[in-house]
């Protein structure tokens, strides 16, 4: 089991460039979130999924687009980078009620 | 509303004894997660209380009192590998499929 993994680790975007953050679990959890972490902020949900083909936005939902068509993957877009997006970028899965198990994260420089 | 307060930080000794607190305010009760966070690294689960008292695991217990909205993290004979922000969270009263969280402890732990 990898548990959960996010591509890339690491990206440098220039302002107004788009990209996908890609999460993906084998854990067949039916949750799961995406979280920005900045400095003296702490976790903020961005945009979250209780299912295949569903989603909902969370605390800090604009700039970003979700997508989850497979139940083990939940796409994370920006269209249109800002610098304001610079952030430590985390995705999670749960099982009902259980624990959060989160990614590795994804570090974006937003120039 | 809802919200989860925690000390910002906190400094302890090798070999010593810590115990970070967590309050929360929230219309309804779903239990109380703590997660600990090592720099530049994802949260890791470390435990879910429901039911008032204490729970044990080896060196780091945690007790919840759901009357007085309150919950502490106590690690025992501290290392070094412990200094790390910890985390505590509560599902959302209005949508449990959300978690609430604290903005993090961090606990310096000096030789």
């Known amino acids: 089991n990898a548990g959960v993994t996010q591509t890339p680790k690491f990206r440098v975007l220039k302002t107004g460039q788009s990209m996908t953050l890609l999460c993906a679990q084998d854990?067949?959890?039916?949750?799961m979130y995406w979280y920005r972490q900045d400095p003296g902020m702490g976790l903020r949900l961005i945009h979250y999924?209780?299912?295949?083909?569903?989603?909902a936005k969370g605390e800090v939902p604009d700039g970003y687009n979700v997508s989850r068509l497979k139940k083990q993957n939940f796409l994370l877009g920006l269209e249109s980078a800002a610098p304001s997006q610079t952030s430590v970028y985390f995705c999670?899965?749960?099982?009902?009620?259980?624990?959060?198990?989160f990614g590795p994260g994804t570090r974006l420089l937003v120039l | 509303g809802q919200n989860i307060d925690q000390p910002t930080e906190m400094t302890a000794t090798e070999g010593a004894i810590v115990q970070i607190n967590c309050t929360y305010q929230?219309?309804?009760?779903?239990?109380l997660f703590w997660y600990q966070q090592h720099a530049g690294e994802a949260p890791t689960f470390l435990s879910y209380?429901?039911l008032d008292g204490l729970e044990e695991k080896g060196r780091f217990s945690s007790f919840l009192s759901r009357s007085k909205g309150y919950s502490y993290l106590l690690l025992k004979e501290l290392q070094m590998k412990d200094s790390a922000s910890y985390l505590c969270?509560?599902?959302?009263?209005?949508?449990?499929?959300?978690?609430?969280w604290g903005l993090g402890t961090s606990l310096a732990v000096n030789p």
């Open positions: 999924s209780v299912g295949e083909g569903t989603t």
């Open positions: 209380n429901v």
């Open positions: 929230t219309s309804g009760f779903n239990g």
């Open positions: 854990m067949n959890h039916e949750y």
């Open positions: 969270a509560a599902p959302d009263a209005g949508n449990n499929r959300k978690l609430i």
């Open positions: 999670a899965s749960r099982l009902g009620q259980e624990t959060q198990y």
